[in-house]
C-alpha cells in the first residue's frame, strides 16, 4: 500500500514544505521543497509520540479491561501517541499479576486504529515513602517485605 503525505515537515532542525511517500507503513521517500505553497499551507507531519506513563486517558483506565484499553489506545492515537505502557499504581500485591496479564492478553488483539502498546509500566509499588506523591502508603513496598511468589507475572 503507498500513501502521500503532504505538508510541513516537522523536523529535528526545521519545519519544511514536504512530502512523504509511505510504502507499506514505512517511509520510503522524504521530498523537501521551500518553495512549494501549497505544502506550505498543508498540516503539520511530525514523527509520532511514545509515552511510556499511561494511566488513563479518553476516559478509559490503564488498568481496566480490554475495552477499556482498546478506547484508551485510540483516543491517545488521536493526540499523536503512535505506543505506549499502560501503566498501573501501586496496586494490592495479588493485583500486579492481574494486570499484567490483562495487558499482555489484550495486546494481541490491540485496535489497528490505536497506539500500539509495547508492554506494560508498573509504577508501583517499590517507591521510597517520601516520593509517594499519590499513592496508597498502605500499598508500598521494599523489597524485603514482598512475596516473590504474588508479584511473579511471567
Given at each position: 500500500m503507498r500513501e502521500v503525505i503532504e505538508?510541513?515537515?516537522?523536523?529535528?532542525?526545521?519545519?519544511?514544505?514536504?512530502?512523504?511517500?509511505?510504502?507499506?507503513?514505512?517511509?520510503?521517500?522524504?521530498?523537501?521543497?521551500?518553495?512549494?505553497?501549497?505544502?506550505?499551507?498543508?498540516?503539520?507531519?511530525?514523527?509520532?509520540?511514545?509515552?511510556?506513563?499511561?494511566?488513563?486517558?479518553?476516559?478509559?483506565?490503564?488498568?481496566g479491561d480490554a475495552d477499556a484499553l482498546s478506547g484508551m489506545a485510540r483516543a491517545l492515537l488521536r493526540q499523536g501517541i503512535t505506543s505506549f505502557l499502560p501503566t498501573a499504581p501501586s496496586l494490592p500485591e495479588q493485583e500486579i499479576p492481574r494486570f499484567a496479564a490483562r495487558v499482555r492478553e489484550w495486546m494481541p488483539s490491540a485496535p489497528a486504529d490505536g497506539a500500539e502498546p509495547l508492554g506494560f509500566n508498573l509504577e508501583g509499588p517499590f517507591i521510597a515513602p517520601a516520593r509517594k506523591g499519590a499513592h496508597d502508603p498502605a500499598l508500598l513496598r521494599t523489597p524485603a517485605n514482598i512475596d516473590p511468589a504474588v508479584i511473579d507475572a511471567s
Amino acid at each position: 500500500m503507498r500513501e502521500v503525505i503532504e505538508g510541513r515537515l516537522v523536523l529535528a532542525e526545521d519545519v519544511v514544505p514536504g512530502r512523504l511517500v509511505i510504502e507499506d507503513g514505512w517511509i520510503a521517500d522524504v521530498a523537501i521543497d521551500p518553495g512549494n505553497a501549497a505544502w506550505a499551507a498543508g498540516p503539520l507531519v511530525a514523527p509520532g509520540l511514545i509515552d511510556v506513563h499511561v494511566h488513563g486517558w479518553g476516559g478509559h483506565d490503564g488498568t481496566g479491561d480490554a475495552d477499556a484499553l482498546s478506547g484508551m489506545a485510540r483516543a491517545l492515537l488521536r493526540q499523536g501517541i503512535t505506543s505506549f505502557l499502560p501503566t498501573a499504581p501501586s496496586l494490592p500485591e495479588q493485583e500486579i499479576p492481574r494486570f499484567a496479564a490483562r495487558v499482555r492478553e489484550w495486546m494481541p488483539s490491540a485496535p489497528a486504529d490505536g497506539a500500539e502498546p509495547l508492554g506494560f509500566n508498573l509504577e508501583g509499588p517499590f517507591i521510597a515513602p517520601a516520593r509517594k506523591g499519590a499513592h496508597d502508603p498502605a500499598l508500598l513496598r521494599t523489597p524485603a517485605n514482598i512475596d516473590p511468589a504474588v508479584i511473579d507475572a511471567s
